[in-house]
């Protein structure tokens, strides 16, 4: 599985479409992970866990007419979605993964609902050795803090 696959698996779990580089690339390590793989894509990043190679994924992606990219002109987040071929693409890599396929889909499901700041606690409070580049470490320990707080910090 490579990271053009984690890409597609990740739009299609996340109802077909996401807003936000940021949160793709949270949900595509957290994918990565889940599988055992993130170890050959990711690397820490100054926001945490990073793939150099996720834009260029999306890029191919896009020309080959698996996703479309579309950018809100108000606030300048790009919006991913994938096309019938995509979501073709989408269900043909659900079938190889097998009985495995259902958690995953929960699993990611549930983090493509959540706030970004959710998320970000989420994966700062467990995957530290992709930290040490983090230029926004000190922001979001005060996110873990007001989630832990509140006892909603996910516990898998």
Do not use: C
Request: proline share 4%; glycine share 6%; hydrophobic share 40%.
């Amino acid at each position: 599985m490579d990271l053009k696959d984690l890409l597609i698996l990740t739009l299609y779990w996340s109802g077909g479409a996401l807003s936000g580089l940021t949160r793709l690339h949270k949900l595509v390590f957290l994918l990565a992970e889940k599988l055992k793989i993130h170890r050959r894509y990711f690397i820490p990043g100054p926001f945490g866990p990073y793939a150099p190679g996720l834009r260029e994924a999306l890029r191919d992606l896009v020309k080959q007419k698996l996703i479309l990219e579309n950018v809100d002109q108000q606030m300048v987040t790009p919006r991913f979605q994938l096309t019938r071929e995509g979501i073709e693409a989408a269900k043909n890599l659900e079938t190889r993964l097998g009985e495995q396929a259902s958690s995953l889909k929960a699993f990611i499901s549930y983090f493509s609902g959540v706030p970004l700041t959710y998320l970000l606690a989420y994966i700062y409070s467990r995957y530290e050795e992709y930290l040490v580049a983090s230029q926004i470490k000190s922001k979001v320990s005060k996110w873990i803090e007001y989630y832990k707080y509140r006892g909603r910090l996910y516990v898998a």
